[in-house]
């Protein structure tokens, strides 16, 4: 069993930084690859990065390659998501995810909502 807590949203300027954490227990999280999704009002959840178990391999969506950045600390069962250069359209509720069984992320957090004035 999995649990994660999302902290670190707000509301930014378009252009301005902000940094999601991802607070995880559970013994398998070192051992699991971890999710960033967000999702906005009568849209479908979409992926915005992943990172491996190890911190090894991330991938990004094109639509934040290069502005989002995202790493772990397997010590402090953590990960998290520099988001940089933000616009408008990254407004969402942030959530990370963990545990892939069969392909699907397994445990979600409770989400963090970030804005993105203009």
């Known amino acids: 069993q999995v649990q994660l807590v999302e902290s670190g949203g707000g509301l930014v300027h378009t252009g301005g930084s902000l940094r999601l954490s991802c607070a995880a227990s559970?013994?398998?999280?070192?051992?699991?690859?971890v999710g960033w999704f967000r999702q906005t009002p009568g849209k479908e959840r979409e992926f915005v990065a992943d990172?491996?178990?190890?911190?090894?391999?991330?991938t990004y969506a094109v639509s934040v390659k290069g502005r989002f950045t995202v790493s772990r600390d397997n010590a402090k069962n953590m990960v998290y998501l520099e988001m940089n250069s933000l616009k408008p359209e990254d407004t969402a509720v942030y959530y990370c995810?963990?545990?892939?069984?069969?392909?699907?992320?397994?445990?979600w957090g409770q989400g963090t909502q970030v804005t993105v004035s203009s």
């Open positions: 990172i491996s178990w190890n911190g090894g391999i991330t």
């Open positions: 559970g013994r398998t999280f070192s051992y699991s690859p």
């Open positions: 995810a963990a545990g892939v069984v069969g392909g699907r992320y397994t445990y």
